[in-house]
C-alpha cells in the first residue's frame, strides 16, 4: 500500500503491456515457458481509472497479461458486480486490503487531496479501532465472501501509532483478536508494512515484536519490499527465519532517497528476493507503484521486467 504521506491520486496499470512472444521456426510455433508464478497487481493503484471506467480499467489489466488482482474491499461496490466483472476477464483475487463500507471514500478523498493530511490518518485510524476489530473483520468478510478472497490484510498502521511499547503490545493484542475474528469467518488475516514498523524503539523493532507475539497459523504476512529496502532490512534474511508466515509481496521497487521506482530501476534485488520469497512460501505477487508519472509505461515495464524472473 502507499507510503501514508504520499497523498497523491494515483493511476497504474491500464493498457497493454510487452509480454514473452511466441517465436515461429521451422514453420511450427515455440510458445514462451509459461510463468510458475502469477504476477498480479494491487489495485489500489489504478483509482483515478476506475473510478472513471471500472470494468475498462479492469479489461486492460487482463489484457496485459495479469491474472491475480489485490483489491481495496470492494472499492465502494457491491462485492458480487466486482466479482462479475473479475470472471469475465479472466481474473481472481486472493487478497483485499481491509476497507469496510464508508472507508473506501475516505481513502478516495485523502488521496485525491479533497480533506487534509490529518483527518485522513484520524479516520483511518477511527475505522481500524483497536476495540472494535471484530466488526471491522465482520465487514470486511462480507465483501471477501462474494469476492472469493482467502486474505484479508491489515495494510497500515501509522507512525503514531508505533511511539512507545504500550502501543505496540496494543497493536499485537488487536492482530491477534483480529486474525480470531477473520479466521472463525473462514479467512487468513495478513499484515501489510511501511518503513515505519522497522524504526527501532529501544531495543526493540516493532516488526519483530508483531512476528514474535502473533499467532503464527492465524496471522500471515504480505512484505512490501520497496518500504523494507527503504528501511535497509536484510528482506531475504526475514523470509529465511520466518518459513510460513510470509504469503504475498509487493513487488515495488525505491531508489536511495526514498522514492518509488518502476520494478528493475531501484534497490529491490527481485532476482534474489522472489526465489527466496517463493522458499519461504509466498503464494502471490502483486506490482504496485504508488504515483506513477506514466501509468501505462509503468505497467508494461513491470510486467516485462518482473514476468520473465516469475
Known amino acids: ?22 517465436a515461429l521456426l521451422g514453420g511450427g510455433a515455440t510458445l514462451a515457458r509459461p510463468p510458475r508464478r502469477p504476477l498480479g497487481i494491487q489495485l489500489y493503484t489504478l483509482m483515478t481509472l476506475l ?12 489484457a496485459m497479461g ?17 466479482r462479475a466483472v473479475f470472471d469475465r476477464h479472466g481474473l481472481v483475487s486472493p487478497s483485499q486490503h481491509i476497507m469496510p463500507p464508508g ?3 475516505v481513502f478516495d478523498d485523502g488521496v485525491a487531496g479533497r480533506i487534509d493530511r490529518a483527518t485522513f490518518e484520524r479516520k483511518f485510524i477511527e475505522a481500524f479501532d483497536f476495540t472494535r476489530v471484530e466488526g471491522l473483520i465482520d465487514a470486511c468478510a462480507k465483501q471477501a465472501g462474494p469476492l472469493g478472497q482467502k486474505y484479508i490484510t491489515w495494510q497500515i498502521t501509522w507512525p503514531s501509532q508505533l511511539q512507545s511499547l504500550a502501543q505496540i ?26 518503513d515505519q514498523e522497522f524504526r527501532k524503539l529501544g531495543g526493540d523493532v516493532p516488526y519483530d515484536l508483531i512476528l514474535k507475539e502473533t499467532d503464527p497459523a492465524r496471522l500471515k504476512f504480505e512484505l512490501d ?10 528482506v531475504r534474511g526475514y523470509f529465511a527465519r520466518n518459513p510460513g508466515r510470509f504469503r504475498m509481496v509487493h513487488m515495488k521497487d525505491i531508489a536511495a532517497d526514498g522514492s518509488v521506482r518502476d520494478p528493475g530501476t531501484g534497490m529491490v534485488d527481485f532476482r534474489r528476493i522472489i526465489p527466496a520469497a517463493e522458499r519461504a512460501g509466498v503464494e502471490h505477487f ?10 501505462l509505461r509503468t505497467a508494461a515495464d513491470a510486467q516485462k521486467y518482473l514476468a520473465p524472473l516469475m
Open 1 to 22: 500500500m502507499m507510503n501514508p504521506f504520499a497523498m497523491s491520486r494515483r493511476s497504474l496499470i491500464g493498457g497493454t503491456a510487452a509480454v514473452g512472444a511466441a
Open 169 to 194: 503490545k496494543q497493536l499485537i493484542a488487536a492482530l491477534n483478536r483480529a486474525a480470531d475474528a477473520a479466521h472463525d469467518r473462514g479467512f487468513q488475516l495478513a499484515y501489510h508494512n511501511h
Open 51 to 62: 473510478d472513471a471506467d471500472f470494468e475498462g480499467t479492469i479489461a486492460k489489466v487482463a
Open 225 to 234: 519490499l520497496a518500504w523494507a529496502t527503504k528501511a535497509r532490512v536484510d
Open 66 to 82: 495479469y491474472r491475480e488482482v489485490e483489491t481495496l474491499g470492494s472499492f465502494g461496490r457491491d462485492p458480487a458486480f466486482v
Open 286 to 295: 502483486f506490482v504496485e507503484y504508488d504515483v506513477p508519472t506514466d501509468p
Open 103 to 105: 472507508l473506501y471514500e
